[in-house]
């Protein structure tokens, strides 16, 4: 089955989008299996990627990574940006065979934002990352429409430990091993 990221010319209510979680756990612990899921789509070729986590404690922590490239057929490099509560803590160029050039990119080329709240479910935090059109083009030279191809993954750390969990599985958690652990979602219009 496909995974679809919706485009639109106007905001797309987070409501109103399918939501993916995180069920690869690489743990044994409980407490390291935290609720995390994922929403995205395409506003004016701009790639706007909203996650959040269900915990209470969350002070000091760049706890979550987003693996992606927007151009799989095309290119092999991807990008990979370190983030939490309390904003981006590093962005990667990670190259095919594995080396990083860490990236000075945020302001016009990525934004970003978060919260907390807390509501029936529990206490939870969101991060909202908005990857600019210009930035897609200069690193994955396209622009994102429909019918476009992209591959991902989103990391949940837990900082002090080898623990992590995953949207897709990766039981390797390096460097090249993120390369192929990305999954393929097809952008269509909303």
């Known amino acids: 089955m ?7 010319p106007n905001n797309i209510e987070w409501d109103a989008q399918s939501a993916f979680k995180l069920t690869n ?3 044994d612990k ?5 609720f995390t899921y994922l929403k995205q789509y395409v506003h004016n070729n701009n790639f706007k990627i909203c996650t959040y986590c269900f915990e209470k404690d969350t ?30 803590n590093h962005i990667y160029l990670v190259k095919d065979n ?3 050039k860490e990236l000075s990119c945020l302001g016009d080329d990525i934004s970003y934002h978060s919260f907390k709240a807390n509501d029936q479910q529990g206490y ?15 690193f994955f030279d396209t622009f994102i429409k429909e019918k476009s191809i992209i591959t991902l993954n989103l990391y949940k750390i837990f900082l002090q430990t080898p623990d992590y969990a995953c ?22 219009n909303y």
């Open 2 to 8: 496909q995974r679809i990221i919706y485009s639109s």
């Open 25 to 27: 756990y690489y743990t």
């Open 30 to 34: 409980e407490d390291c299996m935290i």
């Open 59 to 88: 002070q000091g922590k760049q706890d979550l990574e987003l693996c992606f490239n927007l151009n799989p057929e095309k290119i092999s490099d991807y990008i990979d940006i370190e983030f939490g509560i309390d904003g981006i």
């Open 98 to 100: 594995g080396d990083k």
């Open 124 to 138: 939870y935090w969101c991060g909202e990352l908005t990857i600019s059109k210009a930035f897609i083009k200069n």
């Open 167 to 188: 949207l897709f599985p990766d039981n390797e958690h390096n460097s090249l091993s993120k390369c192929y652990a990305m999954q393929e979602f097809v952008i269509l």
